[in-house]
């Protein structure tokens, strides 16, 4: 008889909600037994007896058998999947700030308890690219260019076609969803600088933290600059990059105008795409939604299939790793 597995999800938001309704849509050996959330007097739709508001309620509940983390606060998503790990249970986040702050702690302890551990939903929602750059590549990675946070590229989209201010845009990419209400590091750059950081692992075998990351957002970015570039014929993204430049690797995070030859060119609206250069096989583009409930819930399921087979990412790229990262 095939194995049913049993979930413990934390958070219920935007990230949650649409893996919860993914795993009732599909006939999978998978059920989501207990969800943690923080706030008793919200109403959430499923049923009330899935609600817990204490996590030990799942941690500690021998027919948990894998954890899916995906909440919005950074030091409690720590402790959940670092516990997590202690307690020998696989568990993937979609938590891009923990992440990038905390990968270093989190990769030992998965050594040190041999338990599986992904992140996939945190970098570029739907779009499998640290299931791609984990295959053993023959060959290495030179650059990376990516547009890796929808709100950002909603809002530069919407001041080039429709005119409008950033303020005019921002309310509006608020009120379609795509913008908290809090945006600050969408727009100030931090999101794609923190979604950087884990592609630095995957791409070039190196840990980078977000100091080490040259940030640049776009509140400050005037719209004259969009009409200009759009008089040249070229449209303004907000770019991550990562780069070797005689052994060292480089990161940014910055507006740039791109051409019509840029394959980044047409990456509209809410979008994401990354961009890896190979040194044979020259450009490759890898292009999807960035954020929402479905895109992203599909790539944490992608993630808890992953984990049901025992698979932790390899990080083949480790040992190539330069010395010195310079921002």
């Not at 041999?114 to 570029?124: I, M």
């Not at 499998?128 to 909603?154: Q, S």
């Not at 990456?267 to 999807?288: C, M, P, W």
């Not at 479905?294 to 040992?319: M, N």
């Amino acid at each position: 008889m095939e194995r049913h597995w049993k979930i413990g999800l934390f958070g219920f938001g935007t990230v949650g909600q649409g893996f919860y309704q993914i795993i009732q849509e599909q006939k999978l050996p998978i059920e989501v037994r207990r969800i943690c959330v923080r706030n008793p007097n919200k109403e959430r739709p499923g049923p009330p007896e899935l609600f817990t508001y204490n996590a030990h309620d799942i941690l500690e509940d021998p027919e948990i058998d894998l954890i899916v983390e995906a909440i919005s606060e950074t030091e409690p998503a720590f402790e959940i999947v670092k516990e997590a790990l202690q307690r020998w249970l696989p568990v993937t986040s979609a938590s891009k700030k923990m992440l990038a702050l905390h990968l270093p702690e989190l990769l030992a302890l998965q050594q040190e308890t041999n338990t599986a551990f992904r992140y996939e939903a945190a970098v570029a929602g739907a779009i499998p690219i640290l299931h791609l750059l984990d295959e053993p590549l023959h060959e290495p990675v030179e650059e990376i260019r990516a547009i890796l946070n929808g709100t950002t590229n909603y809002i530069l989209t919407q001041m080039r076609l429709q005119h409008w201010s950033y303020e005019h845009a921002l309310r509006e990419a608020q009120r379609l969803g795509f913008a908290e209400a809090n945006p600050a590091s969408d727009v100030d750059g931090w999101d794609a600088c923190y979604k950087l950081c884990l592609l630095a692992r995957h791409a070039f075998g190196k840990i980078l933290q977000p100091s080490d990351v040259e940030v640049q957002g776009i509140s400050d970015l005037p719209v004259s600059l969009i009409e200009a570039a759009q008089q040249q014929g070229q449209r303004v993204r907000l770019l991550g990059r990562l780069k070797l430049v005689n052994g060292q690797l480089e990161a940014s995070v910055k507006p740039e105008a791109v051409g019509p030859e840029d394959a980044l060119f047409g990456i509209e609206h809410e979008l994401n795409a990354v961009q890896v250069d190979l040194r044979y096989s020259g450009k490759q583009l890898f292009t999807g939604k960035g954020a929402g409930a479905l895109p992203t819930g599909a790539s944490v399921l992608a993630d808890v299939l992953k984990l049901i087979e025992g698979k932790a990412y390899a990080y083949p790229k480790e040992a190539k790793s330069p010395k010195k990262v310079a921002a």
